[in-house]
Protein backbone atom coordinates (compact mmCIF):
# COMPACT_ATOMS: atom_id res chain seq x y z
CA UNK A 1 0.00 0.00 0.00
CA UNK A 2 2.34 2.47 0.96
CA UNK A 3 4.56 1.37 -2.25
CA UNK A 4 1.71 2.37 -4.19
CA UNK A 5 1.29 5.41 -2.56
CA UNK A 6 4.76 6.70 -3.07
CA UNK A 7 4.86 5.71 -7.02
CA UNK A 8 5.21 8.86 -9.05
CA UNK A 9 2.49 9.89 -10.94
CA UNK A 10 3.95 13.19 -12.35
CA UNK A 11 7.81 13.97 -13.29
CA UNK A 12 8.81 17.26 -14.89
CA UNK A 13 12.42 17.52 -15.65
CA UNK A 14 14.12 20.76 -16.82
CA UNK A 15 11.13 22.05 -18.32
CA UNK A 16 11.52 25.07 -20.59
CA UNK A 17 8.58 27.49 -22.14
CA UNK A 18 8.61 30.83 -23.95
CA UNK A 19 6.52 33.00 -25.80
CA UNK A 20 8.48 34.69 -28.60
CA UNK A 21 11.06 36.27 -26.01
CA UNK A 22 9.21 35.87 -22.99
CA UNK A 23 10.65 33.35 -21.57
CA UNK A 24 7.17 32.12 -19.11
CA UNK A 25 9.14 28.88 -17.79
CA UNK A 26 12.75 28.74 -17.08
CA UNK A 27 14.00 25.27 -15.66
CA UNK A 28 10.94 23.40 -13.85
CA UNK A 29 11.42 20.17 -12.23
CA UNK A 30 8.49 18.16 -10.40
CA UNK A 31 7.49 14.97 -8.74
CA UNK A 32 4.65 14.63 -7.85
CA UNK A 33 3.13 10.95 -5.98
CA UNK A 34 0.28 8.98 -5.83
CA UNK A 35 -2.32 11.07 -3.52
CA UNK A 36 -0.92 13.55 -3.17
CA UNK A 37 -2.59 17.40 -3.71
CA UNK A 38 0.21 19.98 -5.04
CA UNK A 39 -0.99 23.70 -4.79
CA UNK A 40 1.48 25.91 -7.12
CA UNK A 41 0.84 29.24 -6.20
CA UNK A 42 1.69 32.44 -7.85
CA UNK A 43 1.12 36.01 -8.95
CA UNK A 44 -1.05 36.10 -12.38
CA UNK A 45 1.48 35.86 -15.11
CA UNK A 46 4.01 33.84 -13.13
CA UNK A 47 3.32 30.98 -15.33
CA UNK A 48 1.24 29.15 -13.40
CA UNK A 49 -1.22 27.99 -16.14
CA UNK A 50 1.12 27.64 -19.17
CA UNK A 51 2.98 24.77 -16.71
CA UNK A 52 -0.51 23.34 -16.05
CA UNK A 53 -1.22 23.33 -20.06
CA UNK A 54 2.28 21.51 -20.49
CA UNK A 55 1.03 19.15 -18.72
CA UNK A 56 -1.90 17.83 -20.71
CA UNK A 57 -0.04 18.84 -23.87
CA UNK A 58 -2.25 21.61 -24.60
CA UNK A 59 1.01 23.27 -25.11
CA UNK A 60 4.22 22.41 -26.05
CA UNK A 61 7.41 23.14 -24.17
CA UNK A 62 10.50 24.50 -25.95
CA UNK A 63 13.22 22.01 -23.85
CA UNK A 64 12.20 19.40 -21.21
CA UNK A 65 10.33 16.20 -20.43
CA UNK A 66 6.78 15.57 -18.63
CA UNK A 67 6.04 12.11 -17.67
CA UNK A 68 2.49 10.91 -17.00
CA UNK A 69 1.56 8.05 -15.45
CA UNK A 70 5.30 6.63 -16.44
CA UNK A 71 4.23 8.01 -20.51
CA UNK A 72 6.41 10.28 -21.87
CA UNK A 73 3.29 12.87 -23.46
CA UNK A 74 5.56 14.63 -25.76
CA UNK A 75 6.55 11.12 -27.81
CA UNK A 76 2.78 9.79 -27.71
CA UNK A 77 1.12 9.50 -30.86
CA UNK A 78 -2.73 11.27 -31.03
CA UNK A 79 -4.70 8.31 -30.15
CA UNK A 80 -2.06 7.32 -26.93
CA UNK A 81 -2.38 10.92 -25.75
CA UNK A 82 -6.16 10.47 -26.11
CA UNK A 83 -5.84 7.53 -23.84
CA UNK A 84 -3.85 8.94 -21.83
CA UNK A 85 -5.78 12.33 -21.41
CA UNK A 86 -8.68 10.31 -20.20
CA UNK A 87 -6.96 9.35 -16.63
CA UNK A 88 -6.57 12.67 -16.39
CA UNK A 89 -9.57 15.50 -15.02
CA UNK A 90 -9.35 19.12 -15.98
CA UNK A 91 -11.06 22.01 -13.92
CA UNK A 92 -10.36 25.30 -16.55
CA UNK A 93 -10.69 28.64 -15.04
CA UNK A 94 -13.93 29.68 -16.11
CA UNK A 95 -15.32 25.79 -16.29
CA UNK A 96 -15.48 25.86 -19.79
CA UNK A 97 -18.97 24.18 -20.01
CA UNK A 98 -19.98 23.75 -23.68
CA UNK A 99 -22.74 26.74 -24.02
CA UNK A 100 -24.77 24.59 -26.54
CA UNK A 101 -25.18 21.96 -24.34
CA UNK A 102 -27.05 21.06 -21.25
CA UNK A 103 -25.87 20.13 -18.26
CA UNK A 104 -26.49 16.37 -18.95
CA UNK A 105 -24.92 16.64 -22.28
CA UNK A 106 -21.84 18.57 -21.20
CA UNK A 107 -20.82 15.31 -18.51
CA UNK A 108 -21.88 12.73 -20.99
CA UNK A 109 -19.70 14.55 -23.56
CA UNK A 110 -16.58 12.67 -22.58
CA UNK A 111 -18.79 9.28 -22.57
CA UNK A 112 -20.04 9.67 -26.22
CA UNK A 113 -17.56 7.10 -27.80
CA UNK A 114 -16.92 5.04 -24.53
CA UNK A 115 -19.91 2.31 -26.27
CA UNK A 116 -21.03 2.66 -22.14
CA UNK A 117 -24.93 1.23 -22.31
CA UNK A 118 -27.48 4.46 -21.82
CA UNK A 119 -28.71 3.70 -18.10
CA UNK A 120 -25.03 3.55 -16.74
CA UNK A 121 -24.07 6.77 -18.34
CA UNK A 122 -27.53 8.01 -16.82
CA UNK A 123 -26.20 6.50 -13.54
CA UNK A 124 -22.75 8.10 -13.88
CA UNK A 125 -24.15 11.69 -14.81
CA UNK A 126 -26.16 11.29 -11.24
CA UNK A 127 -23.18 10.04 -9.02
CA UNK A 128 -21.10 13.09 -10.58
CA UNK A 129 -23.95 15.56 -9.97
CA UNK A 130 -24.61 14.18 -6.17
CA UNK A 131 -20.80 14.46 -5.91
CA UNK A 132 -21.38 18.27 -6.51
CA UNK A 133 -24.64 18.68 -4.99
CA UNK A 134 -26.20 19.46 -8.31
CA UNK A 135 -28.61 16.47 -8.98
CA UNK A 136 -31.58 19.17 -10.01
CA UNK A 137 -29.40 21.09 -12.40
CA UNK A 138 -29.59 18.10 -14.80
CA UNK A 139 -31.61 19.74 -17.67
CA UNK A 140 -30.43 23.30 -16.89
CA UNK A 141 -28.39 25.09 -19.81
CA UNK A 142 -24.60 26.64 -18.78
CA UNK A 143 -26.05 30.06 -19.28
CA UNK A 144 -28.60 30.06 -15.95
CA UNK A 145 -25.61 28.45 -13.81
CA UNK A 146 -24.95 30.90 -11.32
CA UNK A 147 -20.16 31.56 -11.69
CA UNK A 148 -20.31 28.94 -8.13
CA UNK A 149 -22.60 26.31 -10.11
CA UNK A 150 -20.40 26.23 -13.36
CA UNK A 151 -17.54 25.30 -11.10
CA UNK A 152 -19.17 22.43 -9.65
CA UNK A 153 -20.56 21.22 -12.69
CA UNK A 154 -16.63 21.89 -14.63
CA UNK A 155 -15.72 19.26 -11.58
CA UNK A 156 -18.79 16.77 -12.33
CA UNK A 157 -17.67 16.52 -16.12
CA UNK A 158 -13.96 16.81 -15.25
CA UNK A 159 -14.14 13.67 -12.29
CA UNK A 160 -17.06 11.41 -15.00
CA UNK A 161 -14.09 9.21 -16.01
CA UNK A 162 -12.98 8.39 -13.01
CA UNK A 163 -9.55 10.33 -13.52
CA UNK A 164 -6.57 9.17 -11.56
CA UNK A 165 -5.08 13.10 -11.96
CA UNK A 166 -7.17 16.14 -11.24
CA UNK A 167 -5.34 19.39 -12.61
CA UNK A 168 -7.45 22.66 -11.55
CA UNK A 169 -6.34 25.78 -12.82
CA UNK A 170 -7.59 28.49 -10.59
CA UNK A 171 -10.88 26.97 -9.30
CA UNK A 172 -11.74 29.64 -6.94
CA UNK A 173 -11.01 32.71 -9.08
CA UNK A 174 -13.91 34.87 -9.38
CA UNK A 175 -16.04 33.36 -6.66
CA UNK A 176 -16.96 35.48 -3.43
CA UNK A 177 -15.59 34.01 -0.57
CA UNK A 178 -17.89 31.52 0.81
CA UNK A 179 -18.22 30.09 -2.85
CA UNK A 180 -14.71 30.15 -3.08
CA UNK A 181 -14.29 27.56 0.00
CA UNK A 182 -17.43 25.71 -0.48
CA UNK A 183 -15.41 24.81 -3.44
CA UNK A 184 -12.16 23.86 -1.86
CA UNK A 185 -13.74 21.92 0.36
CA UNK A 186 -15.32 19.95 -2.36
CA UNK A 187 -11.97 19.49 -4.10
CA UNK A 188 -10.91 17.78 -0.97
CA UNK A 189 -13.98 16.02 -0.55
CA UNK A 190 -13.84 14.84 -4.27
CA UNK A 191 -9.70 13.83 -3.59
CA UNK A 192 -10.67 11.60 -0.44
CA UNK A 193 -13.68 10.12 -2.43
CA UNK A 194 -11.91 9.03 -5.78
CA UNK A 195 -7.84 9.14 -4.34
CA UNK A 196 -6.80 10.91 -7.10
CA UNK A 197 -3.61 12.92 -7.34
CA UNK A 198 -4.29 16.64 -7.48
CA UNK A 199 -2.51 19.84 -8.64
CA UNK A 200 -4.14 22.60 -8.33
CA UNK A 201 -2.80 25.97 -9.53
CA UNK A 202 -3.95 29.44 -7.76
CA UNK A 203 -3.48 32.39 -6.03
CA UNK A 204 -5.88 31.73 -3.31
CA UNK A 205 -4.22 31.41 0.32
CA UNK A 206 -7.68 30.09 1.60
CA UNK A 207 -7.44 27.38 -1.02
CA UNK A 208 -4.12 26.20 -0.50
CA UNK A 209 -4.57 26.09 3.23
CA UNK A 210 -7.55 23.76 2.95
CA UNK A 211 -6.65 21.27 0.13
CA UNK A 212 -3.18 21.61 0.02
CA UNK A 213 -0.42 18.61 1.00
CA UNK A 214 2.73 20.27 -0.42
CA UNK A 215 3.11 24.43 -1.99
CA UNK A 216 5.33 25.04 -4.37
CA UNK A 217 5.34 28.84 -5.00
CA UNK A 218 6.12 30.03 -9.06
CA UNK A 219 8.13 33.15 -9.50
CA UNK A 220 9.55 34.17 -13.18
CA UNK A 221 9.18 30.92 -14.15
CA UNK A 222 10.90 29.09 -11.41
CA UNK A 223 10.31 27.58 -8.07
CA UNK A 224 11.15 29.56 -5.62
CA UNK A 225 10.11 27.71 -1.95
CA UNK A 226 8.34 24.54 -1.82
CA UNK A 227 6.99 23.13 1.66
CA UNK A 228 3.66 22.62 3.65
CA UNK A 229 1.57 25.43 4.54
CA UNK A 230 2.60 26.35 7.48
CA UNK A 231 6.75 25.42 6.96
CA UNK A 232 6.07 28.19 4.21
CA UNK A 233 3.81 30.57 6.02
CA UNK A 234 6.54 30.88 8.78
CA UNK A 235 8.80 31.67 5.90
CA UNK A 236 10.97 34.97 6.04
CA UNK A 237 11.49 34.80 2.24
CA UNK A 238 9.39 38.62 1.57
CA UNK A 239 7.72 36.85 -1.68
CA UNK A 240 6.93 33.99 0.24
CA UNK A 241 6.03 35.68 3.37
CA UNK A 242 3.65 38.34 0.61
CA UNK A 243 1.18 35.12 0.14
CA UNK A 244 0.16 35.31 3.48
CA UNK A 245 -0.26 38.49 4.89
CA UNK B 1 5.29 85.23 -48.45
CA UNK B 2 2.00 82.60 -47.22
CA UNK B 3 4.09 79.22 -46.20
CA UNK B 4 3.02 76.12 -48.74
CA UNK B 5 0.15 74.26 -47.62
CA UNK B 6 1.42 70.53 -47.15
CA UNK B 7 -1.07 67.83 -47.13
CA UNK B 8 -0.06 63.58 -47.59
CA UNK B 9 0.02 63.88 -51.95
CA UNK B 10 2.85 67.07 -51.80
CA UNK B 11 4.69 66.37 -48.71
CA UNK B 12 6.64 63.26 -49.43
CA UNK B 13 8.03 65.51 -52.55
CA UNK B 14 9.48 68.20 -50.15
CA UNK B 15 11.33 65.50 -48.37
CA UNK B 16 15.17 65.00 -48.01
CA UNK B 17 16.79 61.78 -49.60
CA UNK B 18 17.43 59.97 -46.66
CA UNK B 19 14.04 60.78 -45.50
CA UNK B 20 12.86 59.79 -48.96
CA UNK B 21 15.01 56.29 -48.91
CA UNK B 22 13.26 55.92 -45.06
CA UNK B 23 9.84 56.14 -46.15
CA UNK B 24 10.04 53.77 -49.91
CA UNK B 25 11.98 51.13 -47.43
CA UNK B 26 9.13 51.31 -44.83
CA UNK B 27 6.44 51.30 -47.93
CA UNK B 28 8.84 48.22 -49.21
CA UNK B 29 9.01 46.95 -45.49
CA UNK B 30 5.20 46.60 -44.99
CA UNK B 31 4.68 45.20 -48.64
CA UNK B 32 6.71 42.39 -47.58
CA UNK B 33 4.98 41.95 -44.17
CA UNK B 34 1.44 42.09 -46.13
CA UNK B 35 2.87 39.21 -48.59
CA UNK B 36 4.17 36.92 -45.93
CA UNK B 37 0.92 37.56 -43.85
CA UNK B 38 -1.20 36.21 -47.06
CA UNK B 39 1.35 33.28 -47.86
CA UNK B 40 0.95 32.14 -43.92
CA UNK B 41 -2.46 32.73 -44.42
CA UNK B 42 -2.88 30.68 -47.57
CA UNK B 43 -0.23 27.92 -46.21
CA UNK B 44 -2.49 27.52 -43.13
CA UNK B 45 -5.91 26.99 -44.80
CA UNK B 46 -4.34 24.72 -46.84
CA UNK B 47 -3.03 22.70 -44.08
CA UNK B 48 -6.31 23.03 -42.78
CA UNK B 49 -8.25 21.61 -45.98
CA UNK B 50 -5.70 18.43 -45.52
CA UNK B 51 -6.70 18.01 -42.15
CA UNK B 52 -10.37 18.11 -42.65
CA UNK B 53 -10.19 15.53 -45.60
CA UNK B 54 -7.88 13.09 -43.26
CA UNK B 55 -10.03 13.50 -40.32
CA UNK B 56 -13.63 13.23 -42.50
CA UNK B 57 -12.93 9.30 -43.59
CA UNK B 58 -11.37 8.37 -40.57
CA UNK B 59 -13.91 6.72 -37.85
CA UNK B 60 -15.35 7.15 -35.48
CA UNK B 61 -17.90 9.78 -36.78
CA UNK B 62 -20.04 12.13 -35.35
CA UNK B 63 -23.32 11.52 -37.27
CA UNK B 64 -25.70 12.99 -34.53
CA UNK B 65 -23.43 16.49 -34.37
CA UNK B 66 -23.70 16.85 -38.14
CA UNK B 67 -27.46 15.92 -38.05
CA UNK B 68 -27.93 18.89 -35.93
CA UNK B 69 -25.80 21.05 -37.56
CA UNK B 70 -27.63 20.29 -40.84
CA UNK B 71 -30.39 21.04 -39.24
CA UNK B 72 -29.76 23.78 -37.90
CA UNK B 73 -27.89 25.75 -40.78
CA UNK B 74 -31.05 24.34 -43.26
CA UNK B 75 -34.03 25.57 -40.75
CA UNK B 76 -32.21 29.00 -39.23
CA UNK B 77 -31.25 30.05 -42.84
CA UNK B 78 -34.56 28.91 -44.97
CA UNK B 79 -36.96 31.96 -43.99
CA UNK B 80 -33.94 34.25 -44.35
CA UNK B 81 -33.26 32.45 -48.34
CA UNK B 82 -36.74 32.24 -49.09
CA UNK B 83 -37.63 35.98 -48.47
CA UNK B 84 -34.58 37.03 -50.28
CA UNK B 85 -35.50 34.80 -53.28
CA UNK B 86 -38.90 35.59 -53.40
CA UNK B 87 -37.57 39.37 -53.87
CA UNK B 88 -34.75 38.70 -56.34
CA UNK B 89 -37.76 36.74 -58.50
CA UNK B 90 -40.11 39.91 -58.38
CA UNK B 91 -37.51 42.78 -58.46
CA UNK B 92 -35.79 40.59 -61.63
CA UNK B 93 -38.96 40.63 -63.57
CA UNK B 94 -40.02 43.87 -63.12
CA UNK B 95 -36.73 45.11 -63.91
CA UNK B 96 -36.51 43.64 -67.09
CA UNK B 97 -40.07 43.89 -68.44
CA UNK B 98 -39.58 47.60 -69.61
CA UNK B 99 -35.89 46.46 -71.69
CA UNK B 100 -37.73 43.19 -73.25
CA UNK B 101 -40.76 45.06 -73.95
CA UNK B 102 -38.79 47.89 -76.07
CA UNK B 103 -38.03 44.77 -78.04
CA UNK B 104 -40.84 43.30 -78.48
CA UNK B 105 -40.03 40.34 -76.30
CA UNK B 106 -42.34 40.25 -73.57
CA UNK B 107 -42.88 36.81 -73.99
CA UNK B 108 -39.59 35.82 -73.52
CA UNK B 109 -39.54 37.01 -69.84
CA UNK B 110 -40.22 34.28 -67.91
CA UNK B 111 -37.80 32.25 -69.79
CA UNK B 112 -34.83 34.84 -69.26
CA UNK B 113 -35.89 35.71 -65.33
CA UNK B 114 -35.67 31.35 -65.10
CA UNK B 115 -32.41 30.92 -66.86
CA UNK B 116 -30.78 33.67 -64.60
CA UNK B 117 -32.41 32.40 -61.32
CA UNK B 118 -31.07 29.28 -61.82
CA UNK B 119 -27.71 29.70 -63.68
CA UNK B 120 -26.62 32.38 -61.91
CA UNK B 121 -28.55 34.81 -59.33
CA UNK B 122 -30.02 31.91 -57.24
CA UNK B 123 -26.46 30.70 -56.12
CA UNK B 124 -24.55 33.11 -55.90
CA UNK B 125 -26.92 35.33 -53.93
CA UNK B 126 -28.20 32.28 -51.65
CA UNK B 127 -24.34 31.59 -51.42
CA UNK B 128 -23.67 35.22 -50.20
CA UNK B 129 -26.64 35.11 -47.73
CA UNK B 130 -25.47 32.11 -46.33
CA UNK B 131 -22.04 33.45 -46.01
CA UNK B 132 -22.89 36.05 -44.10
CA UNK B 133 -25.71 33.75 -41.76
CA UNK B 134 -23.95 30.72 -41.92
CA UNK B 135 -20.72 31.72 -42.21
CA UNK B 136 -20.30 34.45 -39.14
CA UNK B 137 -22.61 32.06 -36.91
CA UNK B 138 -19.90 29.40 -37.27
CA UNK B 139 -17.35 31.63 -37.07
CA UNK B 140 -18.38 33.26 -34.08
CA UNK B 141 -19.30 30.26 -32.07
CA UNK B 142 -15.84 28.14 -32.51
CA UNK B 143 -14.21 31.56 -31.74
CA UNK B 144 -16.13 32.24 -28.76
CA UNK B 145 -15.79 28.21 -27.90
CA UNK B 146 -11.73 28.64 -27.82
CA UNK B 147 -11.90 32.12 -26.19
CA UNK B 148 -13.59 30.60 -23.25
CA UNK B 149 -11.11 26.87 -23.18
CA UNK B 150 -14.23 24.79 -24.41
CA UNK B 151 -12.12 23.73 -27.21
CA UNK B 152 -9.05 22.94 -25.08
CA UNK B 153 -11.64 21.27 -22.48
CA UNK B 154 -13.00 19.04 -24.97
CA UNK B 155 -9.31 18.16 -25.96
CA UNK B 156 -7.92 17.23 -22.60
CA UNK B 157 -10.97 15.12 -22.16
CA UNK B 158 -9.82 12.80 -24.92
CA UNK B 159 -12.50 13.68 -27.66
CA UNK B 160 -11.44 15.23 -30.97
CA UNK B 161 -12.71 18.77 -31.04
CA UNK B 162 -11.41 18.97 -34.96
CA UNK B 163 -13.77 16.30 -35.61
CA UNK B 164 -16.59 17.20 -33.81
CA UNK B 165 -16.70 20.99 -34.40
CA UNK B 166 -15.24 21.15 -37.78
CA UNK B 167 -16.03 18.50 -39.63
CA UNK B 168 -19.55 18.14 -38.55
CA UNK B 169 -20.15 21.73 -39.61
CA UNK B 170 -18.65 22.01 -42.86
CA UNK B 171 -19.99 18.46 -44.27
CA UNK B 172 -23.63 20.00 -42.88
CA UNK B 173 -23.01 23.41 -45.21
CA UNK B 174 -21.77 21.36 -47.93
CA UNK B 175 -24.66 19.31 -47.90
CA UNK B 176 -27.28 22.21 -46.64
CA UNK B 177 -26.48 24.99 -49.17
CA UNK B 178 -27.36 23.15 -51.98
CA UNK B 179 -30.69 22.56 -50.76
CA UNK B 180 -31.12 26.03 -50.14
CA UNK B 181 -30.60 27.29 -53.12
CA UNK B 182 -33.39 24.75 -54.64
CA UNK B 183 -36.05 25.64 -52.73
CA UNK B 184 -34.65 29.53 -53.24
CA UNK B 185 -34.63 29.07 -57.03
CA UNK B 186 -38.39 27.80 -56.71
CA UNK B 187 -39.63 31.14 -54.59
CA UNK B 188 -37.78 33.36 -57.17
CA UNK B 189 -39.44 31.46 -60.10
CA UNK B 190 -42.75 31.98 -57.59
CA UNK B 191 -41.55 35.77 -57.00
CA UNK B 192 -41.17 36.16 -61.40
CA UNK B 193 -44.61 34.73 -61.54
CA UNK B 194 -45.79 37.32 -59.62
CA UNK B 195 -43.93 39.77 -61.24
CA UNK B 196 -45.20 39.19 -64.65
CA UNK B 197 -48.18 38.90 -63.58
CA UNK B 198 -48.28 42.84 -62.05
CA UNK B 199 -47.81 43.84 -65.79
CA UNK B 200 -49.84 41.19 -68.07
CA UNK B 201 -51.78 38.29 -67.62
CA UNK B 202 -49.93 34.78 -67.86
CA UNK B 203 -51.44 31.86 -66.21
CA UNK B 204 -49.19 29.46 -64.03
CA UNK B 205 -48.94 26.58 -66.69
CA UNK B 206 -48.38 29.32 -69.02
CA UNK B 207 -45.44 30.38 -67.14
CA UNK B 208 -44.82 26.92 -65.61
CA UNK B 209 -44.34 25.27 -69.51
CA UNK B 210 -42.57 28.69 -70.61
CA UNK B 211 -39.68 28.43 -67.62
CA UNK B 212 -39.40 24.37 -68.48
CA UNK B 213 -39.03 24.82 -72.04
CA UNK B 214 -36.19 27.69 -71.49
CA UNK B 215 -34.13 25.72 -69.14
CA UNK B 216 -32.48 22.36 -70.41
CA UNK B 217 -30.20 20.15 -68.01
CA UNK B 218 -26.40 22.31 -69.01
CA UNK B 219 -28.27 25.19 -67.03
CA UNK B 220 -29.24 23.37 -63.77
CA UNK B 221 -26.45 20.70 -63.33
CA UNK B 222 -23.27 22.88 -63.63
CA UNK B 223 -25.34 25.43 -61.24
CA UNK B 224 -26.18 22.63 -58.74
CA UNK B 225 -22.42 21.41 -58.71
CA UNK B 226 -21.39 24.50 -58.02
CA UNK B 227 -23.82 25.26 -54.72
CA UNK B 228 -21.36 22.34 -52.81
CA UNK B 229 -18.33 23.70 -53.53
CA UNK B 230 -20.36 27.26 -52.23
CA UNK B 231 -21.33 25.79 -48.88
CA UNK B 232 -18.38 23.43 -48.88
CA UNK B 233 -16.10 27.04 -48.33
CA UNK B 234 -18.20 28.74 -46.49
CA UNK B 235 -18.51 26.29 -44.08
CA UNK B 236 -14.56 25.67 -44.45
CA UNK B 237 -13.30 28.91 -44.19
CA UNK B 238 -15.86 30.02 -41.48
CA UNK B 239 -14.86 27.06 -39.15
CA UNK B 240 -11.00 27.95 -40.06
CA UNK B 241 -11.53 31.33 -38.83
CA UNK B 242 -13.29 30.42 -35.68
CA UNK B 243 -10.68 27.70 -34.73
CA UNK B 244 -7.45 29.57 -35.10
CA UNK B 245 -9.01 32.87 -33.47
CA UNK B 246 -7.55 34.92 -30.49
CA UNK B 247 -7.32 38.31 -29.20
CA UNK B 248 -9.91 37.24 -26.49
CA UNK B 249 -13.34 38.94 -27.24
CA UNK B 250 -11.94 40.89 -29.77
CA UNK B 251 -11.07 38.14 -31.58
CA UNK B 252 -14.51 36.71 -31.60
CA UNK B 253 -15.87 39.41 -33.80
CA UNK B 254 -12.45 39.23 -36.00
CA UNK B 255 -13.42 36.36 -36.39
CA UNK B 256 -17.00 36.21 -37.85
CA UNK B 257 -16.50 39.60 -39.59
CA UNK B 258 -13.16 37.33 -41.22
CA UNK B 259 -15.40 34.65 -41.59
CA UNK B 260 -17.99 36.38 -44.29
CA UNK B 261 -15.85 38.64 -46.00
CA UNK B 262 -13.35 35.76 -47.34
CA UNK B 263 -15.90 32.99 -47.69
CA UNK B 264 -18.10 35.61 -49.75
CA UNK B 265 -15.14 36.26 -52.06
CA UNK B 266 -14.40 32.92 -52.40
CA UNK B 267 -17.66 32.56 -53.69
CA UNK B 268 -17.03 34.71 -56.09
CA UNK B 269 -13.94 32.90 -56.79
CA UNK B 270 -15.33 29.70 -57.48
CA UNK B 271 -18.29 30.86 -59.37
CA UNK B 272 -16.17 32.29 -61.78
CA UNK B 273 -14.32 29.42 -61.83
CA UNK B 274 -17.24 27.28 -62.46
CA UNK B 275 -18.52 29.28 -65.20
CA UNK B 276 -15.26 29.55 -66.86
CA UNK B 277 -15.53 25.58 -66.55
CA UNK B 278 -18.94 24.93 -67.86
CA UNK B 279 -17.83 27.21 -70.96
CA UNK B 280 -15.05 25.57 -71.62
CA UNK B 281 -17.24 21.73 -71.25
CA UNK B 282 -20.22 22.84 -73.42
CA UNK B 283 -17.51 23.95 -76.30
CA UNK B 284 -15.60 20.71 -76.14
Known amino acids: ?245 | MSKPVLNKMTEPLLLSKSKRDAVTLKNKNDTLKGMKAFFTEVTSLTFFTGRFFKELFQPPYEFNELVKQAYLIGNKSFYLVAITGFIMGLVLTIQSAPTLSQFGAESWLPAMVAVSIIREIGPVITALICAGKVGSGIGAELASMKVTEQIDAMEVSGANPFKYLVVTRVVAATLMIPVLVIFSDAISLGGAFMGVNITGDVSFSLFFSQVVEAVDFADVFPAFIKTFFFGFIIGLVACYKGYHSNKGTEGVGAAANAAVVMASLLVFIIDMIAVQFTNLLINY
Not at chain 1, 47 to 71: A, F, N, P, Y
Not at chain 1, 75 to 81: A, H, M
Not at chain 1, 161 to 186: C, F, Q, R, V, W
Open chain 1, 1 to 245: MEATQNATVVKMAHLQKSFGDNEVLKDISLTIHKGETVVVLGKSGSGKSVLIKCMVRLLDVDEGKVSILGSDIFSLNRKELNLLRMKIGFLFQGAALYDSLTVRENLEFPLRQSGKPREEIDALVMEVLQSVGLEDAVDLMPSELSGGMRKRIGLARSMILKPEIMLYDEPTTGLDPITAKEISNLILEVQKKYNTTSIIITHDIQCARITANRMLILNNGVFVAEGAFDELKKSEDKLVHSFFE
